[in-house]
């Protein structure tokens, strides 16, 4: 084969993966309008085929079914964007600004900044999910798997502020991941942004108020 026929194969192959890739954003991005505006039930692939402006064997050939379309929806929501949803999480950049961060206040500051726009994006979803998952295995299982992949998250986050000898002497990285899975809870963001009407930097500022003072000694400026 000459190299003008392999580098054709090589443009073409390139090609067509961006194709792929960009078609599968549409899909993810258009399911989770579906699944937002008419809930799980109502989402159906030819309606989501129909919104990503693709045929529905298409929509059929990116996931297992509406299940794996909400799945990939999920995880778009909590990366922000579906190809940041590819990346794995230690790798992509605001989680690595947390992980390089060596001040361990910083770090919990930082770490807070990410969760408004996480529960912002991704919160519509988990609603819906919640709604259907009573019913479905599924969607129950999917809602387990979420649940098991966050806390595992905040385990590692943990586990790096233990390592680094930073937190409070009473407090181990298990029961540090536990105190940050509660007050990070989509519960909290739902009670305090959406029901009392806080603004998205007071919810982020008593976030990391609070992780500093539930996880770090006090430091002799704060006695």
């Not at 989770?32 to 692939?45: D, H, K, N, Q, S």
């Not at 259907?132 to 502020?161: K, S, V, Y």
Request: glycine share 6%.
């Amino acid at each position: 084969m000459s190299e003008i026929a392999r580098a054709k194969r090589r443009y073409d192959s390139t090609n067509r993966r961006v194709r792929a890739a960009e078609t599968r954003t549409r899909i993810v991005e258009a399911a989770r309008r579906v699944f937002v505006e008419l809930g799980y039930a109502r989402a159906t692939i030819p309606r989501i085929a129909a919104e990503a402006g693709v045929a529905v064997e298409t929509v059929y050939r990116s996931a297992a079914g509406k299940a794996g379309l909400l799945e990939a929806a999920v995880l778009a929501a909590v990366a922000g964007g579906v190809e940041r949803s590819d990346v794995p999480v230690e790798r992509r950049p605001a989680i690595r600004q947390i992980i390089e961060e060596p001040d361990p206040r910083r770090q919990l500051r930082l770490y807070a900044a990410t969760q408004p726009g996480i529960w912002s994006r991704v919160g519509p979803l988990l609603r819906v999910l919640d709604a259907a998952a009573a019913t479905d295995d599924a969607l129950q299982a999917l809602r387990t798997r979420q649940a098991e992949f966050r806390h595992a998250g905040l385990r590692r986050f943990a586990g790096l502020l233990a390592s680094r000898d930073v937190l409070r002497p009473d407090i181990s990285a298990d029961r540090a991941a536990d105190i940050i899975w509660t007050v990070c809870a989509q519960a909290n963001y739902d009670a305090l942004v959406l029901a009392r009407g806080w603004s998205r930097d007071e919810y982020e500022r008593w976030i990391g108020d609070t992780l500093i003072h539930a996880l770090l000694p006090p430091r002799e400026t704060d006695e």
